[in-house]
């Protein structure tokens, strides 16, 4: 591993309304392996940082915030210009209230996943952005990023970064699900019926193993953070990047150990125990 930034501050946040992420659950579980790191929970990432403004302040943040965050909406996943176009009043509405509200709900608009990174990045203040400093988002938005082999964007659970964004609806459309459900679902049988049948392979909306699941996601942004990789070839390492619904389970839910060898020893040596495995 490269490099190892030693951590003194992990700040999570929440960006919309997220049922069924227990996020002091999540504070408890990183401890584990990142003692000597303070953490705390911070509630809605845009109220937090804008909270330090004048009132007038304030208001000219969120109207600025609410037109940038307009612009990055993938109306088109095959074009990955957005910037020769003006947001509708509409939409910049839509990212208003977004950013006013804290329990927005998610309506499956896809947004660029760097353009928002560097928005979130640019309302944290400046005493905050060294590497000691780890902030983390939940957010119910979708986040897309270019794939430059098919030249198309593509849902993503994570972008990983200064701060590290993690979507809850991505676990959810993300990672494909099993072939034969898209086969199945190609001849007309009903969604429900198709959720029956293929249940326990595939993670969906108002899961209680969603927790479980970003306690695996929240370690591998901790990794980029800490090494500049997040990733692990290993599929029953909680870093392992999952590209289909029964990969995630197995690595975040199912799997024969939480981190591999390569990585447990990493983790091992940052809370001081010595290992000569």
Request: proline share 3%; with cysteine.
């Given at each position: 591993m490269r490099r190892i930034s030693r951590i003194t501050g992990i700040h999570l946040y929440v960006e919309g309304l997220i049922k069924d992420l227990r996020v002091q659950e999540i504070i408890r579980y990183l401890l584990r392996w990142m003692k000597g790191s303070h953490a705390d929970f911070r509630g809605n990432f845009f109220r937090y940082h804008l909270n330090s403004l004048t009132e007038e302040e304030r208001r000219e943040q969120s109207e600025q915030l609410a037109e940038d965050l307009?612009?990055?909406r993938i109306r088109d996943a095959t074009c990955r210009d957005l910037s020769d176009r003006r947001p509708m009043e509409a939409?910049?509405?839509?990212?208003?209230?977004?950013?006013?509200?804290?329990?927005?709900?998610?309506?499956?608009?896809?947004?660029?996943?760097?353009?928002?990174?560097?928005?979130?990045?640019?309302?944290?203040?400046?005493?905050?952005?060294?590497?000691?400093?780890?902030?983390?988002?939940?957010?119910n938005q979708l986040l897309g990023t270019w794939d430059r082999n098919d030249r198309?964007?593509?849902?993503?659970?994570?972008?990983?970064?200064?701060?590290s964004i993690i979507s809850t609806t991505g676990v959810v459309e993300a990672p494909a699900k099993p072939r034969e459900f898209y086969l199945k679902k190609q001849?007309?049988?009903?969604?429900e019926i198709l959720k029956h049948e293929f249940k326990g392979r595939f993670i969906d909306y108002r899961n209680p193993r969603l927790t479980e699941v970003m306690k695996g996601y929240i370690m591998q942004a901790l990794f980029f953070h800490m090494t500049g990789n997040?990733?692990?070839?290993?599929?029953?390492?909680?870093?392992?990047?999952?590209?289909?619904?029964?990969?995630?389970i197995r690595a975040q839910l199912d799997g024969e150990y939480e981190f591999c060898g390569d990585h447990r020893r990493f983790l091992n040596r940052l809370l001081g125990i010595s290992t000569n495995s």
């Open positions: 307009a612009l990055l939409e910049v509405a839509y990212e208003r209230r977004r950013i006013e509200s804290e329990d927005f709900k998610s309506f499956g608009i896809l947004y660029d996943g760097f353009g928002l990174q560097g928005i979130f990045s640019s309302a944290i203040s400046e005493d905050e952005r060294g590497l000691s400093h780890c902030h983390i988002i939940f957010t198309r964007y593509h849902a993503r659970v994570s972008v990983y970064g200064f701060p001849l007309g049988i009903p969604l997040p990733f692990c070839d290993n599929q029953d390492c909680r870093l392992y990047n999952a590209h289909w619904q029964e990969e995630l």
